[in-house]
């Protein structure tokens, strides 16, 4: 049910081309070919890679792509104008930075980034990221409502593809109009000295005043219970403490500063927390027991 509702959406038709450029043991490939045979799209299929379209010539109606496979197509002039002609793109899997939102704002066709779960196999709202309706929020598809628990997050309500109610760790703000924002995961919450914060709004608020790449994340205080640390794949310049202050509330400024050759990720490009705070934990030990 949510391959046609996203059919439907888009208006995909018999005859066009998709491309399939993920590994199909992600559900987002395997959703690709879902699609294509709900409305007899003829598939393109290239190998899986950081840029699908470096060596790509057809013609492509419908695209389904990672944010790190965006970002890196980009980066190649040819590749970037090929990726620009998709009639309609839609982006999953991990986050997508300010930069390459601004990036994608000058696309010519529609794109999307895109909200779902394993529960529902696939999104269940989109985020229009160019043209006029060009948004930060989230629009369910048609039939999927959504609410708030008591803890902030987001339950989703999309009967006719899941039986009863989903209950998300996704931190969420509903606006009145039905649209939603993520704010962060539940699960990643810091908690320091009580005041409860989340690493992602914390590195939002960071998102370019660094060269880097950075995360947020926090080790254990005995006065605090937690404290919020920023881990960066080489060093900051000496005033990373001040640029902190500048962007950020009191409460969530880094109070140590790590330094690692790569920040931790999974298969599909999102910071691996676990691993980052498993990684803060060891950085710092290392550091008072040189």
């Known amino acids: 049910q949510s391959a046609k509702k996203t059919c439907r959406f888009l208006g995909l038709s018999e005859g066009q081309t998709a491309l399939l450029c993920m590994p199909l043991r992600f559900i987002g490939a395997k959703m690709v070919m879902v699609r294509a045979l709900l409305s007899g799209l003829?598939?393109?299929?290239?190998?899986?890679?950081?840029?699908?379209?470096?060596?790509?010539?057809?013609?492509?109606?419908?695209?389904?792509?990672?944010?790190?496979?965006?970002?890196m197509t980009l980066k190649d002039a040819t590749s970037a104008q090929r990726l620009k002609s998709v009639g309609k793109l839609i982006i999953g899997g991990s986050f997508i930075s300010k930069e390459l939102r601004r990036e994608i704002e000058r696309f010519p066709?529609?794109?999307?980034?895109?909200?779902?779960?394993?529960?529902?196999?696939?999104?269940?709202?989109?985020?229009?990221?160019?043209?006029?309706?060009?948004?930060?929020?989230?629009?369910?598809?048609?039939?999927?409502?959504?609410?708030?628990?008591?803890?902030?997050?987001?339950?989703?309500?999309?009967?006719?593809?899941?039986?009863?109610?989903?209950?998300?760790?996704?931190?969420a703000q509903i606006f009145p109009d039905g649209s939603f924002t993520i704010l962060g995961r539940l699960d990643?919450?810091?908690?320091?000295?009580?005041?409860?914060?989340?690493?992602?709004?914390?590195?939002?608020?960071?998102?370019?005043?660094?060269?880097?790449?950075?995360?947020?994340?926090?080790?254990?205080?005995?006065?605090?219970?937690?404290?919020?640390?920023?881990?960066?794949?080489?060093?900051?310049?000496?005033?990373?403490e001040t640029v902190c202050r500048a962007a950020l509330s009191k409460y969530s400024i880094p109070r140590r500063h790590f330094v690692t050759q790569k920040l931790p990720r999974t298969e599909s490009g999102k910071l691996d927390r676990v691993a980052l705070k498993m990684l803060a934990k060891r950085l710092s030990a290392e550091n008072e027991n040189p």
């Open 42 to 71: 003829e598939v393109v299929s290239v190998t899986p890679s950081s840029n699908p379209f470096k060596d790509l010539t057809a013609c492509v109606n419908f695209a389904a792509m990672t944010p790190m496979q965006v970002f």
């Open 188 to 240: 990643n919450v810091i908690n320091s000295g009580g005041i409860k914060m989340s690493p992602e709004t914390i590195e939002g608020a960071l998102e370019g005043l660094f060269d880097p790449p950075i995360a947020i994340s926090a080790i254990e205080d005995a006065r605090l219970g937690e404290m919020v640390v920023i881990v960066s794949e080489g060093p900051l310049p000496e005033n990373w």
């Open 109 to 171: 066709n529609p794109v999307w980034s895109t909200y779902g779960m394993t529960e529902t196999l696939s999104h269940v709202a989109l985020c229009p990221l160019n043209g006029l309706e060009a948004s930060d929020r989230f629009k369910p598809l048609e039939g999927v409502r959504v609410s708030l628990s008591d803890r902030k997050t987001l339950i989703v309500d999309a009967p006719d593809i899941v039986d009863g109610p989903l209950q998300t760790n996704d931190i």
